[in-house]
């Protein structure tokens, strides 16, 4: 199952020689990856399953017969059968189940005559109630629905409409026709009447003769009679006169056409390159229906030879029906390009500008690449008159082409066979049917089902995609819920149909029920309930809000309903639920959601949300989906802290950096860590952040030694020699040399996201509140020691010239110090500013009284500078500094005086301080310290122990619900409440007998729960009872409660 991991082969999915072949799917750290139908890791639908069988077991007919000569172990018929399901939690395909089989002879027979089936029944009503259910074949769209005749079901229950649609056939592309009639090509010829009549030879004829082992047409002249030829092994002894006749109406049965036997038998009885013509078929029917008759291949004119669209076949390298596109789809054989996230690299057949098998809308994933027979047989029957499956020939009579029953319109318990055929099953090929199950509350929802079912199938069993689940963490604090998420990959999502990026929300579920029965609360136009209440949602701010609007007819199609889309509140990774009651179950699912596509007429899709409450109580999940039963925090905790941040001696930015707790549960008490920074290339500004862990040790195994080591940080180990490879923390990887040295683990990696929805790692996250924009500190600049009696004013900008934004300056995240003294003993340096031939681009150098010193690098520098101003004074300088080797353009300082002719001051200095974003000078460490029980707070604490409910009356609100399954009361339950762990709960009678013993370990509940059952197992009686909390190094608690019946 692609969303139960734990169902997938260890160390990958492999199969050598396979359509096409699959060797070793697993990523890059040596996880196992889903082998989908479209592809390497690629699980298109929401819910996907896949089995294999084959008949190994059924060797009734092996004594005489083996269909492999290669291989004499080999029974049965040689078959295998690969089974594939897709299934969508949309609302619009949400009652729909598609099956596809793949069949392939694994032998060295060649079957002419292959007949596919499948027996169903419905059951509407449920076992038990079966007697009673009515049914209808839809012979234009290949459809049965059943219904129970009176609607109740076998448990009193309300029972709606079953319908199973048969969809893909297997291909016959031998046979020379058109089985499909997918041909556009007017050249084609179409069958007439006369096609069908009997056919003399006469000497200097030519007849067509078919290879048995190719299927390859040759051109035979009868020179004189008799002569003896041979067709697909077939011996024809040719004289004059000689008739042949294929396919033709042999009779009228109560207005039925019966089709003479050779028009099954996989055999070109006359000789024309054709195989099973089928007059009843291919031409009549047609005409009755005013179509146009089947086209064919005239293997003596030529006419249709080169039509790609008859026999066509999904196994060879022609793209018949011309949709592989070169840009979109030429990926390869695992079927992923580089835009995918799980992309391995290029493999076969990628960017070689040609289909290849395992590629999207080519061969195997695309079901118009074969020349499908259709539906050939419908067989209906009630439980008297069932085959005997174990009888082949009654099954293979039932499956006899062109036997279509009418169902009886009186209730009864009836099954049916679905059966298409006959065909060619070639020793090593591959043929495929696929059926959907589809169920509606009425006939109206299931027609309407029907036509979501065509929609997906037409479309290559593809479907609009919601972005990546998001993979949860469910804890808990003090009573509220809190949930969080990695919001990568999810939010980098590309959509499997339109290659975009499409990630647009979550929404949040909540349920006291596993199958959110509780959370179901919106129907659609006419009623039926369709979408589950969200408790809440968060959506990106963008530009897309509100409600989808969908075209009419897509408005129709979904019951009148739409999809809301958010308010632009912005996403969130953490989700805190305060309205729990303590104590009750709750079954959480976090979706994400795409906006559709309205232009595309695309409903927007969410997540699906898969919980299963096993019989044994055993509760399986999803990544998006979990449950907790939220209790308070015991007596005396405190919370789990990261302690004081200690920074590196090189440390300049002035941003703040905050560790944010929040799952207590996963700190790792006492582990370091250290945060560093990556740089832009110019400024030294970050653009991402790496966290490393530095305590964590890593896991070695070493093959040879056949033992496992955990290497410390820094540490190493002697690796002896035969060892190329290692598998360190569970992932194989090449080795090389005679020791492993360990090394941090890092946690995030090149984490651009700097504050808000920042990854969660071991109980904690980031806020990383980073300035920005490069400006001036004013609070830490200004003048200093200035002894002017009037003082002057200055600002500090970006260098910049009008009109020439080549010369822009660089906001550099430096400080800045101007010294002042009473004579002009330094110089600024020249700059020219454009053409050198006009007088005001160029600054000569000048004798001053100041220097500028770099407080960040330490050292002096190099300034341009210029006095202007009539009635005020202004002094600029700007800089010009090495920037990665260049002499650079900073910052312009203006220093302004209110008067004419003003000098800079004789003494003091001038310090400007800039803001300064997080850069590789910046480093930091820092350690957690987890949550404890505080012994003294502990004992304040006590008088909040206490039983709940109480009294226990009956029941309660938070007891477990019982399974479909289950029957009688149900498990009872008291809890009690701020307990800290390694506490012992002893509940007593009021005469001082020991019921039951109850011991507590968990440091973030206070929770203990008690099923109302003594030591014995068995049921308390109800009245007064006495419990004692005893709580080492901190006390006793002493308390009552009452059970009531």
Do not use: C
Not at 255 to 260: F, K, L, M, R, Y
Not at 483 to 502: A, C, L, N, Q
Not at 1002 to 1025: C, K, Q
Request: proline residues 5%; glycine residues 8%; hydrophobic residues 35%.
């Amino acid at each position: 199952m692609s969303h139960l991991k734990d169902s997938w082969p260890i160390g990958g999915w492999s199969d050598p020689g396979g359509f096409p072949e699959v060797t070793n799917y697993v990523d890059k750290e040596g996880n196992t990856e889903w082998w989908g139908y479209f592809g390497r890791g690629i699980i298109q639908a929401d819910q996907e399953s896949f089995f294999v069988s084959d008949d190994q077991k059924d060797d009734e007919f092996n004594a005489n017969f083996l269909p492999n000569s290669n291989d004499p172990l080999r029974k049965g018929m040689g078959l295998q059968l690969r089974q594939r399901g897709f299934q969508w939690a949309s609302f619009l395909a949400e009652d729909v189940i598609f099956w596809l089989y793949d069949i392939k002879n694994e032998g060295t027979t060649t079957y002419r005559r292959a007949d596919f089936g499948t027996v169903v029944g419905t059951l509407a009503g449920g076992d038990g109630d079966s007697g009673d259910d009515l049914g209808f074949f839809d012979t234009e769209r290949f459809i049965t629905y059943s219904w129970d005749s009176d609607g109740i079901g076998n448990i009193g229950q309300k029972v709606g409409y079953i319908g199973y649609a048969f969809l893909e056939s297997p291909g016959n592309p031998f046979d020379g026709i058109d089985n499909d009639g997918d041909s556009e090509n007017p050249s084609s010829p179409r069958f007439k009447q006369t096609d069908f009549l009997s056919v003399k030879y006469n000497l200097n004829d030519n007849v067509i003769l078919i290879n048995p082992n190719s299927y390859e047409r040759t051109t035979h002249k009868i020179t004189a009679f008799p002569d003896t030829v041979y067709s697909l092994g077939v011996q024809f002894v040719l004289n004059s006169g000689t008739e042949l006749r294929e396919g033709h109406i042999a009779s009228i049965l109560q207005g039925v056409n019966i089709p003479d036997v050779t028009a099954y038998d996989g055999i070109d009885n006359d000789l024309d390159g054709l195989v099973d013509e089928n007059e009843s078929i291919h031409y009549n029917s047609r005409i009755i229906n005013h179509q146009d008759p089947v086209k064919f291949i005239n293997y003596f004119t030529g006419e249709g030879l080169t039509d790609l669209l008859i026999d066509e076949k999904r196994d060879n390298d022609i793209d018949e029906d011309g949709d592989w596109d070169a840009i979109a789809d030429d990926l390869g054989q695992d079927g992923l390009g580089p835009e995918d996230e799980t992309y391995p690299g290029p493999d076969l057949g990628e960017g070689d500008g040609k289909p290849t098998q395992g590629e999207p809308n080519f061969g195997r994933t695309d079901p118009d690449e074969s020349d499908q027979i259709g539906l050939t047989a419908f067989n209906f029957f009630n439980l008297a008159l069932a085959p005997d499956l174990s009888v082949d020939s009654s099954l293979w009579n039932r499956m006899t082409p062109g036997r279509f029953d009418e169902i009886p319109r009186q209730p009864q318990d009836g099954d049916f066979i679905y059966a298409s055929g006959y065909f060619p099953l070639i020793a090593g090929a591959i043929e495929r049917f696929s059926v959907a199950l589809l169920f509606g509350e009425d006939l109206k929802d299931i027609q309407s089902n029907q036509i979501i079912t065509r929609q997906i199938y037409n479309s290559g069993y593809k479907f609009p995609q919601p972005p990546r689940k998001p993979k949860i963490t469910i804890t808990q604090d003090d009573g509220n819920v809190v949930i969080y998420w990695d919001p990568v990959p999810t939010e980098t999502t590309r959509d499997f149909i339109t290659k975009k990026r499409d990630f647009q929300g979550y929404k949040i579920y909540r349920s006291t029920d596993a199958g959110f029965l509780d959370a179901r609360k919106i129907t659609n136009a006419v009623g039926v309930l369709s979408f589950d209440k969200p408790i809440a949602q968060y959506d990106l701010a963008d530009t897309v809000s509100g409600y989808y609007y969908p075209s009419p007819g897509l408005l129709a199609q979904i019951g009148g309903t739409t999809y809301y889309l958010g308010d632009n509140s912005g996403v969130v990774n953490k989700f805190v639920d305060s309205t729990v009651v303590p104590g009750q179950t709750y079954f959480y699912a976090v979706v994400a959601y795409d906006a559709g596509d309205e232009e595309l007429e695309i409903f927007p899709s969410e997540n699906s949300k898969f919980i299963f409450r096993e019989t044994s109580g055993n509760i399986l999940t999803d990544d998006n989906t979990g449950y907790i039963i939220p209790g308070r925090r015991p007596a005396g905790y405190t919370q789990a802290k990261s302690l004081e941040l200690v920074k590196s001696s090189t440390f300049r930015a002035t941003g703040d950096i905050l560790v944010e707790i929040i799952d207590d549960s996963a700190i790792m008490d006492g582990y370091k860590y250290q945060l560093v920074f990556s740089d832009t290339a110019m400024q030294n500004i970050t653009k991402d952040y790496s966290l490393l862990d530095l305590q964590t040790p890593t896991k070695v195994f070493v093959p040879t030694l056949d033992q496992e080591f955990y290497v410390d940080p820094k540490d190493s180990i002697s690796i002896p020699s035969g060892n190329d490879t290692l598998v360190v923390n569970d992932i194989r990887v090449p080795f090389f040399g005679t020791f492993f040295k360990a090394d941090f683990d890092t946690l995030i990696k090149h984490s651009g996201t700097f504050e808000g929805n920042t990854k969660v790692v071991q109980g904690f996250r980031l806020q990383l509140l980073n300035d920005w924009i490069i400006k001036e500190d004013t609070a830490q600049s200004g003048f200093i020691e200035i002894v002017d009696t009037l003082k002057p004013v200055y600002t500090l900008n970006q260098f910049t010239v009008p009109n020439k934004p080549q010369f822009t300056g660089i906001n550099m995240p430096y400080d800045y110090e101007f010294e002042f003294f009473p004579e002009k003993s330094y110089s600024s340096v020249a700059d020219t500013l454009g053409p050198a031939n006009i007088p005001t681009n160029i600054f000569k150098a000048q004798a001053t009284n100041f220097t500028v010193r770099n407080l960040s690098t330490g050292k002096n520098v190099d300034y341009v500078y210029f006095k202007s101003g009539s009635l005020t004074t202004v002094h600029s300088i700007y800089f010009k500094e090495v920037v990665n080797g260049s002499k650079t353009r900073t910052w312009k300082v203006i220093v302004t005086y209110k008067k004419p002719n003003a000098s800079l001051p004789l003494g003091g200095k001038l310090k400007i301080v800039t803001t300064k974003p997080f850069s590789h000078y910046d480093e930091v460490q820092f350690s957690v310290k987890g949550a404890e029980i505080n012994s003294a707070l502990a004992k304040a604490d006590l008088k909040k122990i206490n039983v709940v409910p109480n009294p226990y009356i009956v029941t309660h609100n938070a007891e477990a619900r019982l399974q479909s399954s289950q029957t009688g009361r149900g498990e009872r339950e008291i809890r009690f409440t701020y307990i800290p762990p390694q506490s012992t709960i002893k509940i007593f009678t009021v005469r001082g007998e020991l019921i039951k013993e109850l011991r507590h370990d968990d440091l973030f509940v206070g929770d203990v729960s008690w099923n109302l059952r003594t030591e014995e197992n068995i049921d308390t009686a109800y009245g007064v009872y006495v419990y004692v909390v005893e709580i080492p190094n901190v006390g006793k608690k002493i308390g009552k409660f009452a059970l009531i019946k």
